[in-house]
């Protein structure tokens, strides 16, 4: 039976600017059901990349609940949410974000030393290994990410989010850096990789056809999240 | 712990790369840590030196000495019963040549007994090994023997064989002096050392010390029998056979080692001041560093945070790179602290007649290390928590380039405040525990805790004003100004860091100057170059007559003096004061017998009463006195109180009218200046100084030795210069090491414009984007620098000066205080230029950024 991945009720963020008072989200209510694909579309400055943000447990929403993955975040202190995260999410960024000195194969065996899932070093090596055979890297385990493409940077990116086989895969404009091809082939190996592994997605993105290979459409406007009119069309 | 070890794995994977970054860490730690190492190993060196070699030190298991007279037969009899004794006789007095060539030499005499020395050799090249001094030193056909130092030679213009006269004894130059084994414990001596028998010393027995004060003192060091225990034992047997007689002083080697090394103590606790200074101002180049460590690396940290890693790994995570990094710095700092100690300890044993062979001293590399370990501790652990408190979320926004601080609250969690404290306090402890001076270890915290709060405060003050100022017409200054008060600006850090190292700086310079003028006076520049005594009027101006005549003098003054004993001070004898303890050396050798006093209707020209009033011109009532405060102050004397003056075998009462402060270099003065008719009763003469003018000194006292063969001429000048010879050796030590200190000042400096070199690219690169030529950038750069540097000049002056101000008058440290104009000036102008010739330096590469290529990077 398919249960909720993510239930937000009247999710609110607010920032202070300066002196001001900025309202970011507004009263988003919205669910993601395990193993579905949902992309947020809108306009720069509507507030995805908050929404992300504010669903990874990067950032409180000021009022209103959030529930990822069963577990109520709005309240949880910034320890309890890193374990959270460690144990539930994978997040894909647009900029990579792979830690320089380490190799790709260190960067996605980081994701599982830090998940402290009680593995061996080796086991851990071996697993991330797997990982990146599976995104079709498993000549480039030794290269330091200066030596990997941007494609390939991402896709080590993808290993590292998906070797902990996260319940909810976190994904900002993944292809922003990439280029139209290149962007196509991550998407679709994030998508059958989430596939694979039963792990929601949530997927930031501007790209309208990139969006449309979700199984669902959100739009972001002005805070307000509010269903695509247009019927998603499954990847 | 496995756990733990998983994340300091992880760490040092994440270490790898380019190590660059850390340059500034490791200079900054490397040297705080070896001028510690190297202090504290040179101090401990010396000190156990004395202490190991003190038998040979002093000469003897035991030594009794006297200033009045040699021992009686009973006397020796008792020394000789304890066991071999020695006899030496130290005085002054002069050489004159025997070629009337009118060459003279003040010699520092070292009469000794055949038994002499009791351990250790006298070293000279024609002492043949085996053969004792007094083979060279007997007498043959008529003639003495001397081993002298080998400048006499030169001054009066012989060679060895060569012969001359002492006091009218005929003595024949037989050996070049090197050294005598107890050198190091006879301190600063006025002239040059000649060796001699105590026969030949003795030959001419109606001569008189040339000055008071040029004490003869009679020594006896004895060799302990085995049966007499060790000192410990036969010390207090042998002080209690002569208590009777006060005027036997009984030292045990550790007494009179103790007191040298004392003496070295106080300059290795100052160098250890210094050497703290230097890794306290590196400890802001630490933090500077770490600081822009994690600048560099905050999306590396926020993007462990998205994976799910704790504050706590994270803190562990950094905690183990700058770890193993600053242990790698301290490390390197101990190995150049030890090569370096290991190179001047036989060259500062040369300079202190001490032996000090190159060695390794293991306690003094482990308070280096303790002191580095705390020093990184302390300054890299707020950047570190700063790291273990950075958001993940921004790896979805646009920030800045720099690290936010901690919220005021934050800085109170117990897990902030409690490991800087116990850091802190740790230092602390070990400064006291290395210097065993708590006030001055004290008094140094607090000044560096002000210090920092100060310049804390201050960065903060200056940006909130210029906020406040209203747009300049001056587009450069506008801009300066912005540069300084805009979000992210290093002005706050670089004002601590210039104003810190620069404050360091002048609190080391302030001190080192004022040591050295309170142990030197204005010597080189005031001192006469020649003092006569007992001169009779007529004497006086026939000197001045012939002075003038030889246009070699540029001043010559002259005082009436008289010979006088203080015998009581307010009723009590003056032998019963002068051995306490608490009294000082000056005060204790006023009491000692007959000095020199002068009386005078009015207040010397560079005198400054402290108490009570100068009598007027035209006195003539009961006898009063001046005084010097000090000294009165050290016997207990004040305005009003009686002294008791006894001359010529009669005694009379003053009254204390007024305490001076004077220096005794700066004029003709006197421990006692009596007011008029207080000694006219008394056959009074003149005391005479001479300053001859540069260069033309040995010329006057040939011509004066000619003119007037029978009477002394002191070579004063000529004495205090090589004291300050030695003390100027004393003091390079002191400025190598305050230089390290400056070194570091510098690097921390270039580590702050570096971590700054980021934002600037940025501002570069968007100024010339909007069309600013590299001169217009330049000049807001160096304006904008010139203004910090001036800041944080005048706050580092006020805060050196107070701090040296502090250390002199509440850490006890004997030493006079002022401060140098020029100096400071000197300092302010300095720290300007090199805050913009470093700001310059590490800005050029950003001004020679192409936009495209930053913009481009930039994404």
């Known amino acids: ?235 | 712990m496995s756990r733990l070890a998983n994340w300091m794995r992880v760490a040092l994977v994440d270490l790898r790369g380019d190590l660059r970054r850390f340059g500034i860490l490791l200079a900054c730690l490397a040297l705080g840590t070896a001028t510690i190492a190297g202090v504290s190993s040179v101090g401990d060196a010396l000190k156990d030196a004395i202490l190991r070699d003190a038998n040979t030190l002093l000469g003897g298991d035991l030594q009794v000495n006297r200033a009045d007279r040699r021992a009686n037969p009973d006397e020796l009899a008792y020394l000789q019963s304890l066991g071999q004794v020695t006899e030496t006789i130290s005085s002054n007095s002069r050489a004159d040549a025997m070629d009337n060539s009118g060459n003279t030499a003040f010699l520092d005499i070292y009469a000794v007994d055949g038994n002499y020395p009791l351990y250790g050799h006298v070293v000279s090249p024609e002492l043949k090994a085996g053969q004792r001094p007094s083979d060279l030193l007997a007498e043959k056909d008529g003639v003495y023997g001397a081993i002298v130092d080998p400048v006499i030679l030169d001054r009066l213009g012989i060679q060895l064989g060569g012969h001359f006269l002492v006091n009218g004894t005929e003595f024949e130059a037989r050996g070049e002096l090197v050294s005598l084994p107890n050198s190091a414990l006879r301190g600063l001596h006025l002239g040059l050392t000649a060796l001699m028998s105590i026969e030949g010393e003795q030959a001419n027995p109606n001569t008189r010390p040339p000055l008071p004060g040029l004490l003869t003192q009679y020594s006896y060091k004895i060799k302990l029998n085995p049966d007499q225990g060790d000192y410990t034992i036969a010390q207090p047997k042998v002080a209690a056979h002569f208590a009777a007689d006060p005027e036997w002083k009984v030292q045990s080697p550790y007494d009179a080692a103790g007191t040298l090394a004392r003496f070295y103590d106080l300059f290795v606790r100052f160098l250890l001041i210094v050497g703290l200074s230097s890794l306290l101002v590196g400890g802001v180049g630490i933090s500077n560093a770490v600081t822009a460590y994690i600048q560099e690396r905050q999306r590396a940290i926020a993007t462990l945070r998205s994976l799910g890693a704790t504050g706590p790994r994270i803190l562990v995570h950094f905690f183990t790179q700058v770890g193993i990094m600053s242990l790698v710095g301290i490390v390197i700092g101990l190995v150049i602290g030890a090569a370096l100690t290991a190179a001047a300890l036989p060259v500062l044993g040369r300079i202190l007649a001490v032996d000090l062979p190159p060695a390794v001293e293991w306690p003094a590399l482990g308070t280096a290390l303790l002191f580095g370990v705390l020093a990184a501790f302390a300054f890299s652990y707020l950047p570190l928590v700063r790291a273990e408190k950075l958001k993940p979320a921004m790896l979805f926004r646009t920030v800045g380039t720099s690290v936010q601080n901690l919220r005021t609250r934050e800085y109170l969690d117990p897990w902030v405040v409690l490991p800087l404290l116990i850091s802190g306090l740790g230092i602390f402890g070990l400064a006291w525990w290395s210097t065993k001076d708590f006030n001055l270890v004290f008094y140094y915290a607090i000044g560096v805790i002000g210090a920092f709060v100060l310049l804390s405060l201050a960065g903060r003050l200056l940006q909130f004003v210029l906020r406040l100022v209203p747009p300049l017409p001056s587009k450069t200054l506008r801009n300066a100004f912005r540069g300084i008060y805009r979000p992210g600006s290093p002005a706050p850090v670089v004002i601590m860091s210039l104003g810190l190292g620069l404050a360091m700086l002048l609190v080391i310079v302030i001190l080192s100057v004022n040591l050295r003028e309170q142990l030197l006076g204005q010597v080189t520049k005031d001192a006469p170059t020649f003092v006569a005594t007992d001169m009779f009027d007529d004497e006086i101006v026939d000197l001045q007559n012939f002075l003038q005549s030889t246009g070699m003098v540029t001043d010559f003054k002259h005082s009436p003096m008289i010979r006088a004993a203080i015998t009581k001070v307010n009723g009590v004898p003056s032998e019963n004061i002068r051995n306490r303890k608490e009294i000082s050396g000056e005060a204790a050798y006023m009491l000692t017998g007959e000095i020199l006093m002068t009386w005078r209707p009015d207040l010397p020209v560079d005198s400054t009463i402290t108490s009570g009033a100068w009598w007027p011109q035209d006195y003539d009532g009961p006898p009063l006195v001046s005084m010097r405060d000090k000294d009165a102050e050290s016997v207990g004397l004040k305005v009003g109180d009686k002294i008791e003056l006894t001359l010529f075998g009669e005694s009379f009462e003053a009254t204390v009218a007024n305490l001076r402060d004077f220096q005794f270099q700066t004029g003709l003065n006197f421990l006692v200046t009596a007011s008029p008719h207080t000694f006219d009763d008394f056959p009074g003469t003149n005391l005479a100084t001479i300053k001859a003018a540069e260069g033309h000194e040995k010329d006057v006292e040939r011509a004066l030795a000619r003119k007037y063969p029978d009477i002394t001429f002191l070579p004063v000048g000529e004495a205090l210069n090589q004291g300050a010879e030695i003390l100027g050796q004393l003091s390079t030590a002191v400025n190598i090491v305050g230089g390290l200190a400056v070194v570091n000042g510098l690097l921390v400096l270039a580590g702050t414009m570096a971590a700054g070199r980021k934002q600037r690219e940025a501002d570069a690169v968007v100024n010339k984007v909007l069309g600013s030529t590299r001169t217009d950038v330049i000049k807001v750069f160096a304006l904008e620098y010139a203004l910090l540097g001036g800041f944080a000049a005048l706050l580092a002056t006020c805060v050196g000066i107070a701090g040296a101000y502090t250390i002199v008058n509440k850490a006890q440290m004997d030493v006079g205080f002022g401060v140098d104009p020029r100096l400071v000036l000197g300092v302010l102008v300095g720290s300007i230029a090199l805050t913009i010739l470093t700001g310059a330096a590490t800005t050029w590469s950003a001004l020679s950024t192409k936009p495209a290529q930053y913009l481009r990077a930039l994404g």
């Not at chain 1, 947020?40 to 908050?50: M, Q």
């Not at chain 1, 071996?126 to 990982?131: F, K, S, V």
């Open chain 1, 1 to 235: 039976m398919s249960v909720p991945v993510i239930e937000t009720d009247k999710a609110n963020l607010e920032l202070m600017s300066g002196k001001s008072l900025l309202h970011i989200l507004k009263d988003v209510t919205f669910k993601v059901m395990s193993g579905e694909v949902t992309a947020v579309v809108g306009p720069s400055g509507s507030g995805k990349t908050s929404l992300l943000m504010i669903l990874g447990g990067l950032e409180r929403a000021s009022s209103g609940k959030v529930v990822v993955a069963g577990q109520d975040i709005s309240t949880a202190n910034e320890d309890q949410l890193a374990i959270f995260r460690r144990k539930n999410l994978g997040i894909l960024f647009q900029n990579f974000h792979l830690i320089p000195s380490m190799s790709a194969l260190e960067n996605v065996a980081l994701a599982l030393e830090i998940a402290e899932t009680g593995e061996s070093f080796r086991e851990i090596r071996e697993r991330a290994a797997a990982a990146l055979n599976e995104v079709g890297l498993g000549d480039r385990l030794t290269h330091l990410p200066s030596a990997l493409s941007g494609g390939e940077q991402q896709r080590v990116g993808l290993a590292r989010a998906m070797v902990t086989d996260p319940r909810l895969l976190l994904a900002d404009e993944p292809t922003g850096n990439l280029d139209q091809d290149t962007g196509a082939m991550v998407i679709d190996l994030m998508f059958n990789l989430a596939r694979k592994k039963g792990a929601a997605i949530l997927l930031i993105t501007h790209d309208r056809s990139l969006a449309a290979k979700a199984d669902r459409m959100l739009s972001m406007n002005h805070g307000h999240l509010t269903e695509n009119v247009k019927e998603a069309v499954p990847a």
